[in-house]
C-alpha cells in the first residue's frame, strides 16, 4: 500500500519528466528507476515519443526496463504502429533492450523496411536481438534488401545486423556484390569484409569496396572477379 508521501514524490516525478531542463528530466528518469511503480509506465513510454535528449531517452529506456515486461509490453507494442517516427524508434530499442522474445511477431517487414532510418536501424538491433535461430535466413533476406541504403552511419548499423546473424547471410552478400546499383554492390562488398575479419573498420571496409566497384564499372565477369575477393 501507498502512502501520501510515495504518492506526492510520484507525482513530482512524473511532472519533472515534462520540466523544460533536460538535467531535470534525466534525474526523474533516473528516479523513477530507482523506484518503479506501474504508475510510471504510461508516462515513460510517452514521453520516450516526444523527448529530445538522446541521454535522456537513454535513461527513460533504463526505466522502463526496471518494471514487468507485462506492464510495459502493451504500451511498447500498441507505440510501433504510431504515425510518430520517434516513437516507433523508442519503442524498437526499448523492446531490443528488454530482450523478451515475445516481441518478435511485431518485428514486421514494414519496421525493417520503415522510410525513416532512425527506425529502420532501431528495427534492424532488435529483429538481430530476438530473432528466433530458425527465422534468421528469413530475416537475412530482409534486411539484405537494404543494402546501399541511407548515410555511412546506416551502412555501418545494416552491416552489424547482418554480421550478427554470421554464415547465412554469404550467398545473400554474394549475390547482392553483383547488382546493378553501384552502392548495393559496395555495401555488400564491405559487409562480407566485416563478416570475414569482425574486427576489421567499416569506414576501411566500405573505401575499399567503393574502390573495387569503381575499378570493376557495371556487373559483369570482371565484377564477379573482385566480388571474391
Known amino acids: 500500500m501507498t502512502t ?6 510520484a507525482l ?3 511532472r519533472a519528466l ?4 533536460s538535467s531535470v528530466r534525466l534525474r526523474a528518469a533516473l528516479a523513477i528507476g530507482s523506484a518503479p511503480d506501474p504508475i510510471f509506465v504510461g508516462p ?26 507485462d506492464l510495459t509490453f502493451p504500451g511498447l507494442l500498441a507505440e510501433l504502429r504510431s504515425a510518430r517516427a520517434q516513437a516507433r524508434s523508442q519503442a524498437l530499442h526499448s523492446l531490443s533492450k528488454i530482450g523478451d522474445p515475445r516481441a518478435w511477431p511485431a518485428i514486421t517487414r514494414a519496421l525493417l523496411t520503415d522510410a525513416d532510418d532512425d527506425v529502420a536501424r532501431s528495427a534492424w538491433r532488435a529483429a538481430v536481438v530476438l530473432v528466433p535461430e530458425d527465422e534468421g535466413p528469413g530475416l537475412a533476406a530482409v534486411l539484405a ?16 545486423a547482418l554480421v550478427a546473424l554470421g ?11 553483383g547488382a546493378e546499383d553501384p552502392d548495393v554492390r559496395a555495401h555488400a562488398l564491405a559487409t562480407r569484409q566485416l563478416l570475414r575479419d569482425p574486427d576489421a573498420g567499416f ?15 557495371a556487373p559483369g565477369t570482371d565484377n564477379g572477379a573482385c566480388a571474391d575477393r
Request: net charge negative.
Open 4 to 9: 501520501a508521501r510515495q504518492d506526492t514524490a
Open 44 to 69: 515513460l513510454v510517452e514521453r520516450c515519443a516526444i523527448e529530445p535528449e538522446f541521454f535522456v531517452r537513454d535513461m527513460l529506456t533504463w526505466a522502463l526496463t526496471r518494471h514487468p515486461v
Open 203 to 217: 569506414e576501411s571496409a566500405i573505401e575499399e569496396a567503393r574502390r573495387i566497384v569503381a575499378l570493376a564499372g
Open 18 to 21: 515534462e520540466d523544460g531542463r
Open 145 to 160: 534488401t537494404q543494402l546501399g541504403r541511407g548515410t555511412r552511419e546506416t551502412q555501418l548499423s545494416l552491416s552489424q
Open 12 to 14: 513530482r516525478a512524473l
Open 167 to 177: 554464415e547465412v547471410i554469404e550467398p545473400l552478400l554474394r549475390d547482392a556484390a
